[in-house]
Each structure stands twice: as structure tokens, then as C-alpha cells.
């Protein structure tokens, strides 16, 4: 579990983020903890809550809280709304009024909590490294408790699984990034395409190039009107560490793997299928990811990393996202945005830009160096 507490300034704009969800379908509101009414309408839901800070003026600010679950957790609502409920008592918030909120609109098990920090008789309840003390250990009496994932496991069940790929012979360390004049160009390529061809599940010759290209090695068809596309040839090309081509291309058809055009698209047909069920460990994480609406493409991207995905996005000359691409290295495969859920695509990605555009390099600066001390903080699945 993953618990992220924020402390935004508009209560009415952080319970009505929540409450359009629920409109749309997105969301449903789980639990309305300390209020008057049984069932508070939004309205309810925001005089009670503005009422309560208004006894302290000095307050400004409210609490958005975001409890996330691994994908491989699989919970109802009561049991979501119990483990609410009592990450609040932990932190000391069962008397305060907080409403939960259980999102449907990404790939991992997640609800929102909104309250106020404000007690009744007007004082204010300290919220110095709460994350770092009392959410922390609320989250190890939680996972204990509930039988979620934690760290630890997760981290283990990666090494088992390691271990067992080992023994079936399908676990393979990376291939080496071509470095042009080191070696020999030809085994150096053909290093490079027995790792991919045998190991990355890519359905498209575009995914296919988006993991070359780490490589620093691209497949190339020719233009439309040359003999070599119109022949359905392909040549393999390396590529200097600024994207550039450099040396002589070399045919398809002289490498032992035999990585034709016709061959790949045979395995871009077979792979489509088996690719399919690492699908959801992609959306989950990039769910999980998303939430909380990172302030910039590089926290965003960092937070994949740590669940060794690595995603590579196409930008037009304006700037704009025009193709994403999901790579789960440790599954192997590799998947374009548009396949995946609305969450995970291009457009999604272009808010993130957008986000980021709209910030000076000063307040980029401030966001980096909390993101990395956060990532000190907080245990990494």
C-alpha cells in the first residue's frame, strides 16, 4: 500500500474532483465518516467541511489523501472502506469528518480520503512528518493485517520469479548498446537482434525499433516509393548516441536469427496474444503512477521506472505528444499507448506536458528535489 497525503488550498475544488468522478461513473463515495446527515449531498458534504475550518482562520489548507494498492490486490468496497477507515484512526483522524472515495478510472485498487485537519474546538491537528511517521506506520499495520502486498514480497516474488525463468533457460541478461568502431559492427548487431527477437514480445515493427533503439540499432524499410519498401526488404542500421545513422547497413537476411520483414511480422502476430497477459501489470502501474497528477513528464516517469517500466514518447515540432510507448522490461514486452486504457495514452501524456509547461524552472526545480526526497522516504515496490 501506498499512502500520499497532500494539502491543497480549495477544499471546494478537492471534494468536487472527487464528486464529478462519481458522476461520470469514475468513482463512488464509500463512506461519509462524522457527518450530521446519513447521506450528505455534495452540498452537505461541503458546508460541513468549510464549517469546521472556519473555526481557525490560521488554517488554510485541507487534506487529499490517496491510499494506493498493488495490482495484485483484489479487494470489495467493505474491505476498502475498513482499511480507510483505519489508516485514519492510526493518523489520529477517526473523530474528524472525511469522506472516502473508491476510483475505478485506473489499472490498481485506489480510493481518495478528503477531510480537514481542523478539531472541533477550533485547534489544529500538527501534521509535521505525518507521512513520515504516523501514515508509514499505519501502512505496516495495514498490510499486516489485511494480507496486502508489501515491498518486501513484492520484491521477492521478482527475485523467485527470476530465479525460476533461470532455470527454464528463458532468463537472459541484456545485450550490450552497440558502441560503433568498438567491434565488429555484424556481431554486434546480431547480438543485439538473438536478444530482442528471442526475449521482447513487440507486435509492430514500430515497437519492434522502439527497443532497438536502446540498443542504439534501428530496422529501416526505406521510403514508400523505394525499391527496398516496395520489395518488402529491411536493413539494419546503427545509430550514434545522438540518434544519428553511422556506417554501412547491413541486410536482414545474413543474421543467423533471420529477422526478415516477413519473419517479424509472422512474431508480431504470434506476440500480440502472448503479450496480452502483462497487459494489466502495465495499466496498473501506470495508473498507479498517474494518480495524484504528477507535476511533471520526469516524476511521472521515474515512478514507471521503479516498477522497471520505461515508457518513449514521439513529440511533434510544437512540442506535442504524438505517440507513446510502454516498455515492461521485466515481463518483456512492449506496448503502444493506444492499445491500452485511456489513462495510458498519448493525450494522457500531453496533460502531463501541459502541466509541466505551465511551470517556471524555479518551481521545477522545487517539485525534483521533493520528488527525490520522497523516493528516499518511502519503501520502492
Request: charged share 30%; aromatic share 8%.
Amino acid at each position: 500500500m501506498r499512502p500520499k497525503i497532500t494539502a491543497p488550498h480549495n477544499i471546494a475544488r478537492t471534494l468536487y474532483y472527487n464528486e464529478d468522478k462519481v458522476k461520470l461513473g469514475n468513482a463512488v463515495c464509500l463512506r461519509s465518516a462524522n457527518f450530521l446527515k446519513t447521506r450528505p449531498t455534495p452540498e452537505d458534504k461541503l458546508h460541513a467541511l468549510q464549517k469546521r475550518m472556519s473555526l481557525n482562520e490560521r488554517v488554510s489548507t485541507c487534506l487529499h489523501i490517496t491510499l494506493n494498492f498493488d495490482p495484485s490486490d483484489v479487494m470489495g468496497d467493505e474491505t476498502m472502506k475498513q482499511i480507510a477507515d483505519r489508516y485514519m484512526k492510526e493518523i489520529g483522524f477517526e473523530r474528524q469528518p472525511y469522506l472516502v472515495y473508491r476510483h475505478h478510472d485506473a489499472g490498481h485498487p485506489h480510493c481518495h480520503i478528503v477531510t480537514t485537519h481542523v478539531l472541533p474546538n477550533g485547534d489544529p491537528i500538527e501534521l509535521y512528518n505525518i507521512g513520515r511517521n504516523q501514515s508509514e506506520q499505519a501502512r505496516q499495520k495495514i498490510e499486516e493485517e489485511f494480507g496486502l502486498m508489501t515491498s518486501e514480497r513484492k520484491k521477492q516474488l521478482l527475485l523467485e520469479k527470476k530465479y525460476q525463468l533461470s532455470l527454464e533457460g528463458k532468463y537472459q541478461t541484456q545485450a550490450e548498446r552497440i558502441t560503433y568502431g568498438e567491434n565488429s559492427t555484424t556481431t554486434a548487431i546480431a547480438q543485439v537482434l538473438q536478444h530482442v527477437t528471442n526475449n521482447f514480445k513487440c507486435s509492430s515493427l514500430e515497437e519492434f525499433n522502439t527497443v532497438l533503439r536502446l540498443y542504439n540499432l534501428e530496422a529501416y524499410r526505406g521510403k514508400e516509393n523505394s525499391k527496398l519498401y516496395q520489395n518488402r526488404g529491411l536493413l539494419y542500421r546503427v545509430l550514434d548516441e545522438n540518434g544519428r545513422y553511422i556506417g554501412v547497413p547491413l541486410k536482414a537476411s545474413i543474421f543467423d536469427c533471420k529477422p526478415t520483414l516477413q519473419n517479424l511480422e509472422q512474431r508480431f502476430r504470434k506476440n500480440q496474444s502472448l503479450k496480452q497477459e502483462h497487459r494489466i501489470y502495465v495499466e496498473g502501474n501506470v495508473g498507479w503512477a498517474m494518480d495524484g497528477d504528477p507535476s511533471t513528464f520526469e516524476e511521472f516517469r521515474e515512478k514507471l521506472r521503479r516498477d522497471q517500466i520505461s515508457i518513449i514518447i514521439k513529440r511533434d515540432k510544437e512540442g506535442h505528444c504524438t505517440n507513446v510507448t510502454y516498455i515492461n522490461f521485466f515481463d518483456k514486452c512492449v506496448f503502444n499507448g493506444d492499445e491500452l486504457e485511456p489513462y495510458c495514452n498519448k493525450l494522457a501524456i500531453q496533460k502531463i506536458l501541459d502541466r509541466e509547461a505551465s511551470l517556471t524552472p524555479e518551481q521545477i526545480q522545487e517539485l525534483t528535489q521533493k520528488q527525490t526526497h520522497r523516493h528516499r522516504l518511502r519503501p520502492s515496490f
